[in-house]
């Protein structure tokens, strides 16, 4: 099992990973738990909703976009909460 991601400069540790290509392109389908002290740099760094992708453990690198994107819970400002999210990435042509 693929075990992190680089979304740009961030690793993110995942607990599912999935991969396939569509139409000649990476397609990656990942769940991550994201800390109550996480959130608020994990939000930010996905409401950009393009990043340089990196699947290191696959030696897989591309630009990608947001597809699919949902969490087990909208509010993680109440200390020790964890959130499961799911992220669904679609590399982008230049």
């Known amino acids: ?11 993110i540790q995942l607990t599912n990973y999935e991969e396939e290509k569509v139409n000649g392109l990476y397609q990656v389908s990942v769940e991550f738990d994201v800390t109550s002290e996480e959130y608020h740099d994990v939000a930010t760094l996905l409401y950009k909703g393009t990043f340089d992708v990196k699947i290191p453990e696959k030696d897989i ?8 994107y949902s969490t087990s819970i909208t509010n993680l400002y109440n200390e020790g909460e964890v959130g499961q999210y799911k992220l669904t990435l679609l ?3 230049d």
């Open 1 to 11: 099992m693929t075990s992190k991601m680089i979304l740009d400069d961030r690793t």
């Open 61 to 68: 690198a591309f630009r990608g976009t947001i597809h699919n």
């Open 91 to 93: 590399e982008v042509k």
